[in-house]
T-cell receptor, first 115, second 116 residues
Framework: ETGVTQSPTHLIKTRGQQVTLRCSSQSGHNTVSWYQQALGQGPQFIFQYYREEENGRGNFPPRFSGLQFPNYSSELNVNALELDDSALYLC??????????????FGPGTRLTVL | AQKVTQAQTEISVVEKEDVTLDCVYETRDTTYYLFWYKQPPSGELVFLIRRNSFDEQNEISGRYSWNFQKSTSSFNFTITASQVVDSAVYFCALRPLGTSGSRLTFGEGTQLTVNP
């Protein structure tokens, strides 16, 4: 186990609703990255938080937003849910971005289903 | 822009066979890292290996070995004497070195099934 935890494990929402996913990083890690993995595809980078600020963003619309707290845990918020938002959402924690040995350790993910 | 291609969508082998998973990448960066991750049915991505772009020495870890060839932009992964527990989806990923973030670009994955 990596020490990265995510909640909830599974979630079912309907179109138009809002959802919040949570992630606790591995002890000592101050950077959290979020990825979306649609069924049968590789994970796609959503954004990264470092020291409570967004530090890089992938090709996702503004209705995907996030937060990082002083204890380095993080939230991913998605507004106005669409059917295509159904996916496994993975959180990864790591040390300072850009450093050489900066492995990302992944949590077990949250499976979101939008009906 | 980065791109990682895993042309093999699914591979099925019989236990004890050797199997190679292919990975080809594209990047304009001169220094970067390459990774392999394993994703069992539980969904968690398990880190297997990181390789620096400036170190082309192949690596072996138990039944696992990796062949990095910068000239062909490939980073292939071989499992020797496969076991049923090796069944999973395997992802190859790329990360440039020294950028402000640490985003990983993943391939589409290869589903490996090892049959008893």
């Amino acid at each position: 186990e990596t020490g990265v935890t995510q909640s909830p494990t599974h979630l079912i929402k309907t179109r138009g609703q809002q959802v919040t996913l949570r992630c606790s990083s591995q002890s000592g890690h101050n950077t959290v990255s979020w990825y979306q993995q649609a069924l049968g595809q590789g994970p796609q980078f959503i954004f990264q938080y470092y020291r409570e600020e967004e530090n890089g963003r992938g090709n996702f619309p503004p209705r995907f937003s996030g937060l990082q707290f002083p204890n380095y845990s993080s939230e991913l918020n998605v507004n106005a849910l669409e059917l295509d938002d159904s996916a496994l959402y993975l959180c990864a924690s790591s040390l300072i971005p850009g450093r050489k040995n900066n492995e990302q350790f992944f949590g077990p993910g949250t499976r979101l289903t939008v009906l | 822009a980065q791109k990682v291609t895993q042309a093999q969508t699914e591979i099925s082998v019989v236990e004890k066979e050797d199997v190679t998973l292919d990975c080809v990448y594209e990047t304009r960066d001169t220094t970067y890292y390459l990774f392999w991750y394993k994703q069992p049915p539980s969904g968690e991505l398990v880190f297997l290996i990181r390789r620096n772009s400036f170190d082309e020495q192949n690596e072996i870890s138990g039944r696992y070995s990796w062949n990095f060839q910068k000239s062909t932009s490939s980073f292939n992964f071989t499992i020797t004497a496969s076991q049923v527990v090796d069944s999973a989806v395997y992802f190859c990923a790329l990360r440039p070195l020294g950028t402000s973030g640490s985003r990983l670009t993943f391939g589409e994955g290869t589903q490996l099934t090892v049959n008893p």
